[in-house]
């Protein structure tokens, strides 16, 4: 079940109320408030000339950037599913200080390293009081209206969304309502809805609603395939190919020496090549070869696509194992990536034989072939291995989500549970 502020995060951006930008936009300005007070008298402990210095002011700056861009990221992070962003507060902040100081020294402007310290203190301090307030400020339950899809969300949590028998709420802690948007809701209920907007109460769809918490959509309900626009944005895919392509020639000066250890490893332990080349469906359906480190013996199936791996398999060798809890044998896809046949971040790309039984079973399968597949995505780092249709099913539920609200935020999202993934071995068989 899902609790608290997880659903509150989620649901609070998908609002886009005036309550709620107000809410967000408030607490970052008086955030940076209190950064720059706090900077500034703890500063003044070294003498009032030093706030009239460029060393000063320098600092201050970078810090009151450090901090805006940090609660931005953390706000934006925190309203996907599970998210809970104040886990996220630490590496955040971390990344933004270490950039803002880079830049300070790379740049020589003039610096005070006392100030510096005291705004690598600060910054953390303040953006996780901030976050506090701002959870805080969320606590409160959801009326659903009882029409359409909604007794999936009821189910989910009966305490937080509470079904109304009436256009009318019967309780004072109510802080949205959740409503069908496909549904031809009764004359009564429309205009409850309308007297609600009114008073500035947030109204979200409950399939966005569903999806904002459960990171997957409902494969059940087709109305938004009709009524929305479930094309990604192009330019984002533009400039998200640019990206992936630069990072990876990039990091090659890493990943190729560790691709040829690992590939002489791999050779020593067990006979037969050091690289698995499989045929995959990629984007628009269309056919290619995947390439992947070999980690099973050369006498097994792993050529097989009807066969699934399981936990603790025979098959898999000892460098094998290794490997793909670390999914460093999925380092040879940045080939793949370059070559514009998979992404760094999309959809898990299925073997042939897999996808057309899949495509069979499952009618919205090939939806997820919208976008180019990846390497990791969104449905490895929540759900993990798929095995039976049942699975697949549900991963297909998150592959659907991922193309709907498919963002710079919900890739960076991905990146860093990818992170953890790889720390972990989530997922990993």
């Not at 009318?168 to 802080?175: A, C, L, Q």
């Not at 947030?202 to 569903?210: F, G």
Request: aromatic residues 10%.
């Amino acid at each position: 079940m899902v609790k608290g502020h997880v659903i509150d995060s989620s649901l609070q951006p998908a609002s886009l109320s005036k309550k709620s930008l107000f809410v967000h936009s408030t607490t970052v300005v008086f955030g940076a408030l209190a950064v720059a007070t706090l900077v500034t008298l703890v500063s003044m402990l070294f003498g009032d000339s030093l706030l009239r210095t460029p060393q000063f002011q320098n600092v201050l700056f970078g810090g009151l950037v450090s901090y805006v861009v940090s609660s931005i990221t953390l706000h934006n992070l925190g309203r996907f599913p599970g998210n809970r962003p104040l886990a996220y507060l630490l590496p955040v902040v971390s990344v933004t200080l270490l950039i803002m100081t880079a830049a300070i020294i790379f740049t020589r402007v003039e610096y005070s390293r006392a100030v510096l310290l005291i705004a690598i203190l600060v910054v953390p301090v303040v953006t996780y009081t901030e976050f506090k307030i701002r959870q805080s400020m969320q606590k409160g339950r959801y009326a659903l209206l009882p029409f359409g899809y909604y007794k999936n969300l009821a189910e989910l949590n009966p305490k937080k969304f509470v079904v109304l028998a009436k256009p009318s709420f019967d309780y004072s802690d109510f802080i949205g309502i959740i409503a069908d948007s496909n549904e031809q809701l009764p004359a009564e209920w429309q205009q409850f809805i309308a007297e609600q907007l009114s008073q500035d109460t947030p109204v979200i769809d409950s399939v966005t609603a569903y999806e904002s918490i459960t990171g997957k959509s409902p494969l059940n309900h087709y109305g938004e395939l009709a009524s929305h626009d479930l094309t990604p944005s192009q330019a984002y895919l533009t400039a998200k190919r640019l990206l992936e392509s630069v990072l990876i020639l990039a990091s090659s000066p890493v990943s190729v020496p560790l691709i040829i250890i690992v590939a002489i490893a791999v050779k020593l332990e067990s006979k037969g090549p050091a690289f698995f080349i499989q045929k995959r469906v990629g984007k628009g359906g269309r056919e290619f070869n995947m390439y992947k480190v070999r980690s099973m013996f050369v006498n097994t199936v792993e050529c097989s696509a009807s066969e699934t791996t399981v936990k603790n398999d025979p098959r898999i060798t000892k460098v094998g194992r290794l490997i793909r809890t670390s999914r460093i044998d999925e380092i040879p896809q940045f080939l793949n990536v370059l070559k514009g046949e998979m992404a760094l971040i999309g959809p898990r790309a299925e073997a042939v034989s897999s996808a057309e039984q899949l495509q069979k079973e499952i009618p919205l399968f090939h939806y997820r072939h919208i976008v180019r597949p990846g390497i990791t995505g969104w449905a490895q780092v929540t759900q993990g291995y798929a095995m039976g249709v049942e699975d697949t099913k549900e991963k297909l539920a998150h592959d659907f989500y991922y193309v709907k609200n498919l963002s710079l935020w919900l890739d960076l999202d991905i990146i860093l549970k990818t992170v953890r993934t790889m720390i972990t071995g989530f997922g990993a068989r």
